[in-house]
């Protein structure tokens, strides 16, 4: 009985010392995962006499033991209040991992978002740049494109522009060869006239004191002009027209020099001139009136016609030059008409009309900067033939 008795005290001294390893092991759990403030909880189990475990093995209430003097009693911890602050640690475990995954998961989130903002950005960027390009290109596109367009169009100008110079130039050398053609048969008809017919000594005789006669009236009128051409030259100043002035004082110039060879011919042998002997071949018409006159005085006129149009387009140049508005009649030159006129073969006026009449022409061009009457270049003007055959109208006489 005895040694029965000693088996189970045994087994229970056994199972107390598994029961207090155990506690002790969950104690240093809870105390590694909260820290040091578990530590202050647990306080770990006496452990029982062999005489209170054989006392609770025959169903004995433990005898207390004494506390020796100057010893204080050690209680024994209540086994709720160790439940409890278990279940708090766990409870604060618990939640300090809940608060770590949840950190976790946020920084995840942070680091997912920051990587698609990221993606976005480059994406954008891309697009960007993707579009850059297009849009370059499709500059670069279009100046190419209008490039080629202005050289197309610029070689078709180009190409034109020698055309109708080609095309000119051949209506140009057709002209000449008309005109060299026509001048042929007119100096032909003229011989043939010539030949044909001669002014008797009467017939000299009158032209010659028509001539003296008519020498005399043009140098009064030249006297005229003179003081006309001043009056105008301080009306030219006035409007500070400085161009058109000095215009003007050249062509007086040019006077001057025309008129002092005049007034040297005092000793003019007109028995050696054959315009004096040598019969009318052709007829003109101005003022409704019909002329009569040779060779030389049809030459005379032809001349009149294209010192006219050198000078109107001289007068256009200042004018233009000067931002004066465009008005022939304005000129002195226009009003005077007397250049190129020595007081021979044809009457005064006639000379004027057709001085007149190439001046209009070539003043139009020349402020027009055109050349559809004539050519101006070098200081030299020259109205084209066939204007010339129309202003003149020379019918050859039958």
């Not at 030219?236 to 004082?249: A, G, S, V």
């Not at 057709?354 to 070098?378: L, V």
């Amino acid at each position: 009985m005895s040694r029965r008795a000693g088996d189970l005290r045994g087994v229970l001294k056994m199972k107390a010392h598994v029961v207090h390893r155990m506690m002790l092991a969950m104690a240093f759990v809870a105390v590694s995962v909260v820290g040091l403030s578990a530590v202050t909880y647990a306080q770990p189990q006496p452990q029982q006499t062999e005489t209170q475990q054989e006392e609770a093995a025959k169903g004995k209430k433990p005898h207390k033991v004494r506390a020796q003097p100057g010893q204080k009693q050690n209680k024994t911890p209540q086994q709720p209040q160790q439940h409890d602050q278990q279940r708090q640690d766990n409870q604060q475990h618990k939640a300090q991992q809940q608060h770590n995954e949840q950190q976790l998961q946020a920084q995840e989130q942070q680091q997912r978002n920051e990587q698609q903002q990221r993606n976005e950005q480059q994406q954008r960027n891309e697009q960007q740049q993707n579009s850059q390009q297009r849009q370059q290109s499709k500059r670069l596109s279009n100046h190419q494109q209008q490039q080629d367009n202005q050289q197309h169009k610029a070689q078709q100008q180009h190409n034109e522009q020698q055309l109708q110079a080609q095309e000119q130039q051949q209506r140009n050398e057709q002209q000449q060869r008309n005109e060299q053609q026509q001048r042929n048969e007119q100096q032909q008809n003229t011989q043939q006239l010539q030949q044909s017919k001669r002014l008797s000594d009467h017939q000299q005789r009158q032209r010659i004191e028509a001539q003296q006669q008519r020498l005399t009236q043009y140098g009064v009128y030249l006297d005229q002009q003179q003081r006309a051409a001043e009056q105008h030259a301080a009306v030219l100043k006035q409007q500070n027209r400085l161009e058109h002035y000095r215009f003007q004082e050249q062509y007086l110039a040019r006077l001057r020099e025309q008129q002092h060879r005049i007034q040297n011919t005092h000793d003019y042998d007109y028995d050696a001139d054959p315009y004096f002997y040598t019969a009318p071949i052709y007829r003109y018409s101005r003022g409704g009136r019909s002329y009569q006159t040779n060779q030389y005085g049809a030459d005379l006129l032809r001349e009149a016609v294209n010192y006219g149009y050198e000078e109107g387009f001289r007068a256009a140049q200042a004018d233009r030059t000067d931002g004066w508005r465009s008005n022939y009649k304005d000129s002195y030159a226009y009003r005077d008409a007397n250049y190129g006129y020595s007081g021979y073969y044809v009457e005064r006026d006639d000379y004027h009309h057709y001085f007149r009449e190439g001046f209009r022409r070539g003043y139009e061009d020349g402020y027009g900067r055109r050349e559809r009457y004539g050519s101006y270049s070098d200081g030299k003007g020259s109205i084209l033939q066939t204007v010339l055959t129309l202003i003149l109208n020379l019918q050859p006489l039958r």
